[in-house]
């Protein structure tokens, strides 16, 4: 069975930045899609971005413009650049991939984003 391990959360001052990363290892099957999730408090998860084997990406509109995901295929990582963070960026982001015909997710880490 794989493991993901996410790294980079914290507390940040809004307009600041973070850097999350996920590294997919010990996988059968080939990764293909990796994403970031978030889920706030009261909230459902919701998809925040994803990127392709490909390098093809989509965000979610909220953030647009201010996060930009990436992935180094030969490391199996994934990596969420988010700059200009608002409050409204607080969550638990959770990393997810799908290898061959499952998907898996990581543990979680939280992000905090203070007025």
């Known amino acids: 069975q794989g493991q993901l391990v996410e790294s980079g959360g914290g507390l940040e001052q809004a307009g600041g930045s973070l850097r999350l990363s996920c590294a997919a290892s010990?996988?059968?099957?080939?990764?293909?899609?990796m994403g970031w999730y978030r889920q706030a408090p009261g909230k459902q998860r919701e998809l925040v971005a994803s990127i392709a084997a490909s390098g093809r990406s989509n965000y979610a509109d909220s953030v647009k413009g201010r996060f930009t995901i990436s992935r180094d295929n030969a490391k199996n990582t994934a990596y969420l650049q988010m700059n200009s963070l608002k409050p409204e960026d607080t969550a638990v982001y959770y990393c997810?991939?799908?290898?061959?015909?499952?998907?898996?997710w990581g543990q979680g880490t939280q992000v905090t984003v203070s007025s």
């Open positions: 010990g996988f059968l099957f080939r990764i293909n899609d």
């Open positions: 997810k991939i799908s290898n061959g015909p499952f998907g898996s």
